[in-house]
Nanobody, 122 residues
Framework: QVQLVESGGGVQQAGSSLRLSCAAS????????LGWFRQAPGKEREFVAVISWTGDSTYYADSVKGRFTISRHRFNSTVSLQMMSLKPEDTGVYYC???????????????WGAGTQVTVSS
């Protein structure tokens, strides 16, 4: 069973930056594709970004392309989401996700974290 624990959420001003982190355990880190989803109030959960098992391929939602960067860190088994130029519409609960077999979008991972709240004020 894969466990995912997110950290780094908070309240930020529009235009600022924030970095989310997710610690993965329960399975060999290199065997997991890792990514992020988010859910705004009253909306469905949506895909944000995913990174392949080796880290050599990434996909992003159009809404975050050029502003967000996903990275994986083998030394501490984490995946991060560096968010820049934040907008109020980036507000939501951000969920870390993982899957040992699937990577390409549309991505439907099997494992999920509990989520961390990100609020961007204008």
């Amino acid at each position: 069973q894969v466990q995912l624990v997110e950290s780094g959420g908070g309240v930020q001003q529009a235009g600022s930056s924030l970095r989310l982190s997710c610690a993965a355990s329960g399975r060999a880190f290199g065997s997991l594709a890792l990514g992020w989803f988010r859910q705004a109030p009253g909306k469905e959960r949506e895909f944000v970004a995913v990174i392949s098992w080796t880290g050599d391929s990434t996909y992003y939602a159009d809404s975050v392309k050029g502003r967000f960067t996903i990275s994986r860190h083998r030394f501490n088994s984490t995946v991060s989401l560096q968010m820049m130029s934040l907008k109020p519409e980036d507000t939501g609960v951000y969920y870390c996700a993982a899957d040992p077999y699937k990577f390409r979008t549309p991505w439907y991972p099997d494992y999920w974290g509990a989520g961390t709240q990100v609020t961007v004020s204008s």
